[in-house]
């Protein structure tokens, strides 16, 4: 399963976007011992936008955003 998404823009004036992301996920992978959780995971947060992860239990999200919080580094791919 792999997330892709870029931030959009949530209103028009509240400060400039910069091009710089916020938040980047590059095909980032994570196992908890032969249980491949995360596979290839690639997401982007601009600046100002709104991201949600919506998915089915089990399928990663928690996982997911301990990876951005920099609460999980045990992972292949790059979190920035």
């Known amino acids: 399963m792999s997330y892709s998404h870029i931030g959009r823009k949530i ?6 976007l910069s091009e710089n992301p916020t938040l980047s996920l590059d095909s980032v992978s994570r196992s908890f011992g032969d ?4 596979d290839d995971i ?3 947060v601009m600046p100002g936008s ?3 992860l919506l998915e089915a ?3 990663g999200k928690s996982t997911t955003l301990r990876i951005m919080a920099g609460l999980d580094r045990r992972l ?3 979190s920035t």
Request: glycine share 14%; net charge neutral.
């Open 11 to 16: 209103a028009s004036g509240c400060h400039e």
């Open 57 to 59: 239990s089990g399928c």
């Open 42 to 44: 690639n997401i982007t």
């Open 35 to 38: 249980n491949l959780v995360l």
């Open 76 to 78: 292949r791919g790059t």
């Open 50 to 52: 709104f991201t949600a």
